[in-house]
């Protein structure tokens, strides 16, 4: 089974990347969460049964004490390069909420750290909208 964790628990972990990871029941289990507030740690995890002892305050702190196989980071966008590349180098594949990076330095200092780390990096468009669709 694959260990997943979240850097980030607003709204898009609440729609869409929690909802999704526990929906693959026996094969993935959201093992822990990372966030600034305590009160959104309490209501992802309460939602979605992670255990107190697996939220944490400090992103940093959940990739020492965890062993996940996968991060999704879903922070604002200039928090990406730091937060990718930690997961990265803990050993864990990552999914990002678009855009990869604020810039096209910092998304290829990402995709060198992928790279250099042998783990998978992708990038999550989920909000697509007809208008999106047609004109791309």
């Given at each position: 089974?694959?260990?997943?964790g979240?850097?980030?628990?607003?709204?898009?972990?609440?729609?869409?990347?929690?909802p999704?990871?526990?929906?693959f029941?026996?094969?993935?289990?959201?093992?822990?969460?990372?966030?600034?507030?305590?009160?959104?740690?309490?209501l992802?995890g309460?939602?979605?049964s992670?255990?107190?002892?697996?939220?944490?305050?400090?992103y940093?702190?959940?990739?020492?004490?965890?062993s996940?196989?996968?991060?999704h980071?879903?922070?604002?966008?200039?928090?990406h390069?730091?937060?990718?590349?930690?997961a990265?180098?803990?050993?864990s594949?990552?999914?990002?909420?678009?855009?990869?990076?604020?810039?096209?330095?910092e998304?290829n200092?990402i995709?060198?750290?992928?790279?250099?780390a042998?783990?998978?990096?992708?990038?999550s468009?989920?909000?697509?909208?007809l208008?999106?669709?047609?004109?791309?």
């Amino acid at each position: 089974m694959l260990r997943a964790g979240i850097i980030g628990c607003g709204g898009i972990t609440e729609r869409r990347h929690a909802p999704v990871l526990t929906s693959f029941v026996g094969h993935v289990e959201l093992a822990a969460l990372a966030d600034v507030s305590e009160a959104r740690l309490a209501l992802i995890g309460d939602k979605y049964s992670v255990s107190p002892a697996h939220r944490y305050t400090d992103y940093e702190a959940m990739l020492k004490n965890e062993s996940l196989d996968l991060v999704h980071v879903c922070t604002p966008h200039h928090l990406h390069k730091p937060q990718a590349i930690a997961a990265l180098q803990a050993g864990s594949h990552v999914l990002m909420e678009k855009p990869i990076a604020t810039s096209v330095e910092e998304a290829n200092h990402i995709i060198e750290a992928a790279d250099h780390a042998g783990k998978k990096l992708t990038i999550s468009h989920n909000q697509w909208t007809l208008t999106d669709l047609l004109i791309g």
